[in-house]
């Protein structure tokens, strides 16, 4: 059932840091999620992966290879994204602090001060061609230098946070007149987080 393991790094205000090991589910990463609305997309329904490579090490989960863009959207359209985490108690899921949105994420996906930039894009190699491109564009190819997926989050109070989790990530395209466009992108990721410490 367990398939790997992510170290998260807690750093409490600079002073001390708390290890935990997030097990992350057999399925992997690229679950569709359970709770989207019909017609929502998986994640091998938008890209191709079938280049992607993921092992999984003590330190973490090593990432690389390519993943080609399989929707066509019009360069006017904006992207919106979303990560949350969710946490399962007393039978159903509820949100926790950890979400991000990101209105028009083409146009923040680079920022350094971003977590999207921090966790996966700034490992693209051919960054000018997505800059341009972003994720709109059929047939587009991301190509990854290898990196090591490892989340670092930072001034988290730590007292709660052993359990089930879940990681919901959504892409969805709005056009020029800001109506939602009908394919919609939502991943998931499901583990249990563990205190090493
Ligand atoms: C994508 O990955 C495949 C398999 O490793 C490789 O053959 C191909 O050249 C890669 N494409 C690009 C654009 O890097
Ligand atoms: C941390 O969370 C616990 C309960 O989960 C709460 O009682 C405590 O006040 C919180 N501490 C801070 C500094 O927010």
Excluded at 12 to 34: F, H, M, P, R
Excluded at 64 to 85: C, E, H, Q, Y
Excluded at 163 to 187: M, Q, W
Aim: hydrophobic share 40%.
């Amino acid at each position: 059932m367990i398939r790997g393991l992510v170290i998260l790094v807690l750093a409490l205000a600079n002073t001390w840091a708390t290890d935990y090991n997030a097990l992350i589910d057999d399925e992997g990463i690229y679950v569709k999620c359970s709770e989207a609305p019909a017609g929502t997309l998986g994640p091998r329904d938008v890209f191709n992966i079938d280049n992607m490579v993921m092992h999984m090490e003590p330190e973490g989960i090593y990432v690389s290879g390519n993943m080609t863009v399989k929707l066509n959207f019009l360069p006017s359209d904006r992207i919106s994204a979303r990560f949350s985490v969710m946490h399962y108690e007393r039978g159903s899921w509820q949100p926790t602090m950890f979400n991000l949105h990101s209105p028009n994420f083409c146009e923040v996906m680079f920022d350094e001060d971003q977590y999207w930039f921090k966790y996966w894009f700034r490992y693209i190699r051919n960054k000018e061609e997505i800059r341009e491109k972003c994720l709109k564009v059929k047939d587009t190819v991301l190509v990854y230098d290898e990196f090591l997926m490892v989340l670092h989050l930072e001034n988290v109070n730590t007292s709660n946070l052993q359990g089930r989790y879940k990681a919901v990530i959504t892409l969805e395209a709005f056009d020029e007149h800001n109506v939602r466009r009908p394919s919609s992108l939502c991943v998931e990721i499901r583990g249990d987080l563990e205190r090493v410490t």
